[in-house]
């Protein structure tokens, strides 16, 4: 079992920034890809951007040159630093570990993000 717990989220005005942490425990060595999703009231939840153990990136496009995702594997810890955000940034954000091999997914509690207009 693998447990996720993420913190940073908050309250911020247009054009802000704030940085996610999502601190991971427990049978961490199949993990290969931890992630950050996003998901809004009446919407599925969608990716924002994961890393790969490898340190392989991949991002939504709307957040592409905005956001940055980063992987501390010593700490099991992964980041997302969030600049210039919009309004429609806000959501809940959850944090992420997979094992792609057995397509086993681990998610957080989320954390709030509101970013004021």
């Known amino acids: 079992q693998v447990q996720l717990v993420e913190s940073g989220g908050g309250l911020v005005q247009a054009g802000g920034s704030l940085r996610l942490s999502c601190a991971a425990s427990?049978?961490?060595?199949?993990?290969?890809?931890m992630g950050w999703y996003r998901q809004v009231p009446g919407k599925q939840r969608e990716l924002v951007a994961v890393v790969t153990r490898s340190g392989s990136t991949n991002y939504a496009d709307a957040v592409k040159g905005r956001f940055t995702i980063s992987r501390d594997n010593a700490k099991n810890t992964v980041y997302l630093q969030m600049n210039s955000l919009k309004s429609e940034d806000t959501a809940l954000y959850y944090c992420?570990?997979?094992?792609?091999?057995?397509?086993?997914?681990?998610w957080g509690k989320g954390t709030l993000v509101t970013v004021s207009s």
């Open positions: 992420n570990a997979r094992i792609s091999a057995f397509n086993v997914d681990y």
């Open positions: 427990g049978s961490m060595s199949r993990i290969n890809e």
